[in-house]
């Protein structure tokens, strides 16, 4: 299977920081990589696919780079709804799907 | 707008078999192009990818729980279902289903239910 690596594990960030979080593939998985939101007892939120595509109705300021083994997530300037819980997911290998350990982002 | 539902019993006696099933409204399960997923989460830890099935019912699990795997289609009722046998406590999880589309990524979830197997 495909190892995925999130740094950090949890950040402490306040409301108008950028935030950043990296994932790392242990092998190249070229721009299959997704990103997800994830907040207690709401349903889990695709907010980026393809490495870099914003998906519908999600805010601008996400946004999603990175190819091979190394992408991030960033997020502009954080918002109070922001504060959840963040995985990347490599889609390269469909059996089976990997995630990585998951980003707390936490209000400073 | 799809809208996906699972639900089940929240416990389950270990070696018994935990069954969920998911309601998809908005949208047919029969629709091609979307595979239709279930995910867990383990208490304190991170996702785990279980498996998928097309809506002309080809299946595909996660190596890691073949032999006590069945996913299926009930296409006149608009659900799929999850079945794993022989269930211990380390498949305590909050269980999710999830509309994935052709490019591997899930684009509809739902909000998740907790099982917990214990006696």
């Known amino acids: 299977d495909i190892q995925m690596t999130q740094s950090p594990s949890s950040l402490s960030a306040s409301v108008g920081d950028r935030v950043t979080i990296t994932c790392r593939a242990s092998q190249t998985i070229s721009s299959h990589l997704n990103w997800y939101q994830l907040k207690p007892g709401k349903a889990p939120k695709i907010l980026i696919y393809g490495a870099s595509s914003l998906q519908s109705g999600v805010p601008l300021r996400f946004s999603g780079s990175g190819s091979g083994t190394h992408f991030t997530l960033t997020i502009s300037s954080l918002q109070p709804e922001d504060f959840a819980t963040y995985y990347c997911q490599q889609s390269y290998i469909s059996v089976p799907w990997t995630f990585g350990q998951g980003t707390r982002v936490e209000i400073k | 707008q799809v809208q996906l539902q699972e639900s089940g019993p929240g416990l389950v006696k270990p070696s018994q078999t935990l069954s969920l099933t998911c309601t998809v409204s908005?949208?047919?399960?029969?629709?091609?192009?979307?595979?239709w997923t279930w995910i867990r989460q383990h208490p304190q830890k991170g996702l785990e990818w279980i498996g998928y099935?097309?809506?002309?019912?080809?299946?595909y699990h996660n190596p890691s729980l073949r032999g006590r795997l069945t996913i299926s289609l009930d296409t006149s009722k608009n659900q799929f279902s999850l079945k794993l046998t022989s269930a211990s406590a380390a498949d305590t999880a909050v269980y999710y289903c999830?509309?994935?589309?052709?490019?591997?990524?899930?684009?509809?979830w739902g909000q998740g239910t907790l099982v917990t197997v214990s006696s």
């Open positions: 999830v509309r994935a589309t052709d490019y591997d990524y899930g684009d509809t």
């Open positions: 908005g949208g047919s399960i029969n629709s091609g192009g979307f595979y």
């Open positions: 099935i097309s809506y002309n019912g080809s299946a």
